[in-house]
């Protein structure tokens, strides 16, 4: 069976099963602090709104990975579709959002 002992140059120990989780683990990419999506430009893909969990899809790190969102704005909906902005970050996938254009 083929094992990884440690993730170079990252600190991360992981002894697990590398033909199904690959060398560093299930979870591959994880937001580092030094990636910020604050101030990125996304896409909602789930209605927004208040008592609403929504989604967004934010291109980062080379990728583009979606997020659950809630609007910046107490009372603010966006449809599915609007360009928004993102200005508020909770690990590990949340974000605030609002629409970067008035329509």
Known sequence: MA??????????E????TRRFGRFGPYAVTMDDDVSVVGLMG????AVGPGLVGEV????????????????AAK????????VTVLEY???????????YDS
């Open 14 to 17: 992981f002894s697990g099963d």
């Open 57 to 72: 899809i934010v291109r980062v790190r080379g990728g583009a990975e979606h997020f659950l969102a809630y609007p910046a």
């Open 3 to 12: 094992r990884a002992v440690a993730a170079v140059g990252i600190g991360v």
């Open 90 to 100: 909770q690990p590990p996938r949340t974000v605030y959002v609002s629409a970067a």
């Open 76 to 83: 603010e909906s966006i449809s599915p579709g609007t360009l």
């Open 43 to 46: 896409r909602v893909t789930g």
